[in-house]
């Protein structure tokens, strides 16, 4: 599948889309130079097609090239980090 991660800060969240079907969101808060991840939510027909997974890399690279540093609040993005810990040093 072939998905796209867009941020829309005046909803202060990342979306996740397939075509023109919004399959997924992270949503954030920015606070102090840091980007709190506070909910993840990815629709379960998508689940085990790596949807999640370029949701959170595709979030946590564009916070990384803003140079932020970030908070999960998320257990999603939290336990995703945790998996990943290349993208630990982003963690505040």
Do not use: K
């Not at 800060?9 to 606070?31: I, K, M, Q």
């Not at 909910?39 to 979030?59: C, F, P």
Request: charged share 30%; glycine share 8%.
């Amino acid at each position: 599948m072939s998905f796209t991660v867009t941020d829309h800060p005046e909803t202060s969240r990342y979306e996740l889309r397939d075509g023109d079907t919004l399959v997924g969101f992270a949503r954030y808060h920015l606070r102090d130079g840091a980007i709190v991840f506070i909910h993840t939510e990815v629709s379960d027909e998508y689940e085990g097609q790596g949807a999640g997974s370029q949701l959170a890399r595709e979030a946590l690279d564009n916070a990384r090239r803003r140079g932020l540093r970030v908070v999960a609040r998320c257990p999603f993005i939290a336990s995703w980090i945790e998996r990943h810990p290349d993208y630990a040093d982003l963690v505040a």
